[in-house]
């Protein structure tokens, strides 16, 4: 234990990657103590804080500017325009990442449970019409959360298509829904269903994950050429998008913590 934790403090002298192979290596060793395949005392084998200070070298993403975000949503929508008209030009995987991404930036959802939103999350507002409540669930800390997104009425005109959460939640559903009896039981409840594409996998149903949000996310900015106000290439996180509303509510709440953390779903 000691020589693996030197190596991982080596591996990874920066952030929290080091800590979290950790963490996931002591829940294996503690469930193995269960069994009764290790008779060590645990208090003696696993020392109880081999990072500290670990907050202090973790960087937190940076939120959009308001150019940033400007520009990114002006691509998004372009898209959202082109996946409603059927002239789309990206693959399956980038379509659902321009959804998810619009939803990640209207309503603030920490990355996993947007990733494992299930098809009945969206649920009309106890009391505003115009409003929906998008349910979730978050596995550390307060378990389900309900986050308000705005409904406007859909026009006919593709340019005054609106690009508020309902909508594009309803679009997701709507391509996804004939990959559901295709999919594999574990993904029939998921949003973000798209087939593969991928060579001898056309039509393996996959959802996305963290590492294809990356790669279709990074293809986006791409191909609308988008820059930070710094000129280098935009790179966009479901952290950064989450950042960014935590920022305009801070803001426009004149610095209401109270208010902002019960938004966001955090402890003030």
């Keep these: 234990m000691e020589h693996y934790i030197s190596w991982l403090k080596l591996k990874y002298p920066n952030g929290s990657t080091a800590k979290n192979f950790y963490t996931s290596f002591k829940s294996l060793v503690i469930i193995l103590a269960d069994y009764g395949f290790?008779?060590?005392?645990?208090?003696?084998?696993?020392?109880?804080?081999?990072?500290?200070?670990?907050?202090?070298n973790t960087k937190d993403a940076?939120?959009?500017?308001?150019g940033e975000m400007q520009r990114l949503l002006s691509a998004l929508k372009s898209d959202f325009i082109d996946i409603y008209k059927g002239t789309f030009l990206g693959n399956e995987a980038e379509k659902m990442t321009v959804?998810?991404?619009i939803?990640?930036?209207?309503?603030g959802l920490n990355t996993t449970p947007l990733l494992e939103m299930t098809r009945d999350a969206l649920t009309p507002h106890p009391f505003l019409p115009n409003l929906k409540l998008i349910n979730t669930l978050k596995r550390r800390g307060k378990g389900a959360q309900s986050k308000t997104i705005r409904q406007t009425n859909l026009?006919?005109?593709?340019?005054?298509?609106?690009?508020?959460?309902?909508?594009?939640?309803n679009?997701?559903?709507?391509?996804?829904?004939?990959?559901?009896?295709?999919?594999s039981e574990e993904m029939r409840s998921y949003i973000w269903l798209f087939r593969s594409g991928q060579r001898g996998g056309a039509n393996k149903i996959a959802v996305l994950t963290p590492g294809t949000?990356?790669?279709?996310?990074?293809?986006?900015?791409?191909?609308?050429?988008?820059?930070?106000?710094?000129?280098?290439?935009l790179n966009v996180t479901l952290s950064r998008l989450r950042k960014t509303m935590e920022s305009r509510l801070w803001k426009l709440s004149g610095g209401d913590i109270i208010?902002?953390?019960?938004?966001?779903?955090?402890?003030?």
């Design 38 to 56: 290790i008779e060590n005392v645990l208090d003696d084998l696993l020392p109880p804080n081999p990072f500290p200070n670990n907050a202090q």
């Design 62 to 66: 940076e939120p959009l500017t308001m």
């Design 99 to 101: 959804l998810l991404l």
């Design 103 to 107: 939803t990640a930036a209207r309503s």
């Design 155 to 169: 026009l006919n005109e593709y340019s005054s298509i609106p690009l508020d959460g309902v909508t594009v939640f």
């Design 171 to 183: 679009k997701a559903l709507a391509i996804s829904k004939p990959l559901v009896q295709l999919a």
């Design 213 to 233: 949000l990356y790669v279709c996310s990074k293809s986006i900015c791409e191909r609308h050429a988008l820059y930070d106000d710094k000129g280098n290439r």
């Design 259 to 268: 208010e902002v953390s019960s938004i966001m779903g955090h402890s003030p």
